[in-house]
């Protein structure tokens, strides 16, 4: 089944559901930006006191009539709370803000979409006031707007809207956290993604090992894979059509790419050898990937549509999980050749190999920063921890510390970071998210266990 799309995204001012009397126009979602000198808030992303005591409320979203509509959240007052409560959850989650939300908030009427009671919210010490509305279509669809406004000011910060399929409400909540978020923070957008993962299921000598998907905040979930061969490290495509992973059936493995529009799957490699981490270029053209042959694993690349395969590194030991910067032109990986796992840095062509990790322990793992200023890791001295530093292997700082703490993956906009963790007596694994203050962390919900988490990148 195709995946549902957004059918229209943007409205323009003018659109055509402004000509009934009363109704909210929804116009096109700004570009991120940071805050207008007057919008009366200061600070930066690093320090979060200014954000966190910022008293952002967030009622239900109005509607001009109770209808049903074939979302799953039921008619259009039910869905403007649970839109409502999509968004206020968004926002909570990120760390960044401590947002109130529609159960301890009056629903304000249709009418004041666009003219909020500003004194009502002040009395309630609501700084900032995010409200729309919700209207289901004739033809099915569900529009919804959202505003932006700074209360003490009595000011319009920001508005957008979006008319969606039933099933793609929660896409419109998230598009309009992203809205929030970036106007606030100053700060790229990241809730509107989605996370691919491997579902475990089982005793910890026979696990099942499945290829699954989910929202950001983990609803819509859904398995890709039977679980008859195993599946593991999974990555998006830059354009989100597809999912690369790694399957190992009756001990061959195979690199699949699985199309998530006919949902169908292409094999790229299979090989008698063992093959590790599969992982994209930036622009999709090229696949990297590791093999081990007589003993010595090396990492090498291939063309995305398939071809001939080209050896980047030929080092003794192991060399594996490589990760290209965002501008495709460096590649991060780990590798043995100094005598234990540490981080390495190379051109995309495998020229001018260098390592970047000198922490003391094992550093494994390492995913480079969608915003190219970091490099996320896996630091194992003891137990096994997610840490941070420079492309150039300064600056380090752990971000967890728990016992057995792995494969990190970014939020679209850098700041965010998924990881699993697997519990020390029963094996048990689950995906956790941390922020790069290290202070918000948190464990994201799944039906069963998870592990290899990838973020992908914004949806289109």
Request: a neutral charge; hydrophobic letters at 35%.
């Amino acid at each position: 089944m195709k995946l549902p799309v957004l059918t229209a995204l943007a409205l323009v001012l003018a659109a055509p559901l402004a000509a009934q009397q009363g109704v909210p126009s929804p116009v096109p979602a700004p570009s991120p930006a940071a805050p207008a000198a007057d919008a009366g808030l200061s600070g930066a992303v690093s320090d979060e006191s200014d954000w966190q005591d910022l008293g952002i409320a967030i009622p239900a979203f109005a509607t001009d009539a109770d209808v049903p509509t074939q979302a799953s959240a039921g008619s259009t007052a039910a869905l403007g709370y649970s839109v409502a409560a999509v968004i206020t959850a968004d926002l909570k989650n990120n760390g960044l803000f401590k947002p109130t939300g529609p159960d301890a908030l009056p629903r304000p009427g249709f009418g004041e979409v666009q003219a909020p009671a500003y004194d009502g919210w002040r009395s309630r010490s609501a700084e900032m006031l995010v409200q729309g509305y919700v209207r289901a279509g004739a033809d099915g669809q569900v529009t919804v707007g959202c505003y932006l406004y700074d209360v003490a000011l009595g000011q319009q910060l920001a508005k957008a809207g979006w008319t969606v399929a039933p099933g793609d409400w929660r896409r419109a909540a998230h598009k309009c956290a992203d809205m929030v978020y970036s106007r606030l923070s100053g700060e790229s957008p990241f809730f509107d993604s989605r996370i691919a993962y491997i579902a475990e299921t089982g005793p910890k000598d026979r696990r099942m090992k499945r290829l699954a998907i989910m929202d950001s905040d983990g609803a819509n979930h859904r398995y890709l894979t039977t679980g008859q061969a195993t599946a593991l490290t999974p990555r998006y495509s830059p354009d989100y059509k597809s999912i690369l992973y790694l399957s190992y059936f009756n001990g061959q493995p195979r690199i699949y790419i699985y199309n998530l529009e006919t949902n169908t799957q292409r094999l790229l490699l299979s090989s008698q050898n063992p093959v590790f981490a599969p992982r994209w270029s930036p622009d999709g053209k090229w696949v990297l990937y590791s093999m081990a042959i007589a003993g010595n694993t090396d990492i090498y690349k291939l063309p995305s549509a398939g071809g001939a395969s080209v050896k980047l590194t030929d080092s003794p030991g192991i060399d594996i999980g490589g990760s290209f910067s965002p501008d495709g032109g460096r590649i991060v990986f780990e590798s043995d050749r100094s005598g234990s796992q540490q981080v390495y840095v190379m051109n995309a062509d495998g020229t001018d190999q260098k390592r970047i990790s000198f922490f003391g322990g094992r550093s494994a793992t390492p995913e480079w920063s969608p915003r190219g200023d970091q490099i996320a890791f896996t630091h194992i001295a003891g137990n096994l921890r997610i840490g941070v530093m420079s492309p150039a292997g300064g600056e380090m700082r752990y971000l967890t510390d728990s016992w057995q703490d792995e494969a990190p993956t970014w939020a679209p906009n850098g700041r965010i970071i998924q990881f699993f963790r697997t519990a020390r007596t029963s094996g048990k694994t689950g995906i956790w998210q941390v922020d790069l203050t290290g202070r918000n962390e948190r464990k994201l919900d799944t039906p069963v266990d998870g592990s290899d988490p990838a973020w992908g990148p914004l949806r289109p």
